[in-house]
């Protein structure tokens, strides 16, 4: 089975910053792409960013200059480091990753359980 954790969620106010990161661990026979997703009280889930694992990156606009998403393909972990946060950025922050459990299995997109990020003064 492969499980992916987030950490490092929490309050922090307008103009701040914070790191996230996500851990996948399990049976991973290869990780592919990583990204961080996110889901505000009353809207849909929507994409912040993503990395691939040669590391090609992608933004969302609301995140660009402000957001850098990394990994440690080694570590299977991905980091999601949040500056200038505004009050619009909050949200459940969740992490995704495609992996291939093994060598007989196709890849599919795993889901962490996500972490709060809360942009208040």
């Known amino acids: 089975q492969v499980q992916l954790v987030e950490s490092g969620g929490g309050l922090v106010q307008p103009g701040g910053s914070l790191r996230v990161s996500c851990v996948a661990s399990g049976s991973i026979f290869r990780a592919n792409a990583m990204g961080w997703y996110r889901q505000a009280p009353g809207k849909q889930r929507e994409l912040v960013a993503t990395?691939?694992?040669?590391?090609?990156?992608n933004y969302a606009d609301s995140v660009k200059g402000r957001f850098t998403i990394s990994s440690d393909n080694a570590k299977n972990t991905v980091y999601l480091q949040m500056n200038s946060l505004k009050p619009d950025d909050t949200a459940v922050y969740y992490c995704s990753v495609n992996i291939r459990p093994s060598t007989w299995s196709r890849p599919r997109d795993y889901w962490g359980q996500g972490t709060q990020v809360t942009v208040s003064s």
């Open positions: 990395i691939t694992s040669d590391g090609s990156t």
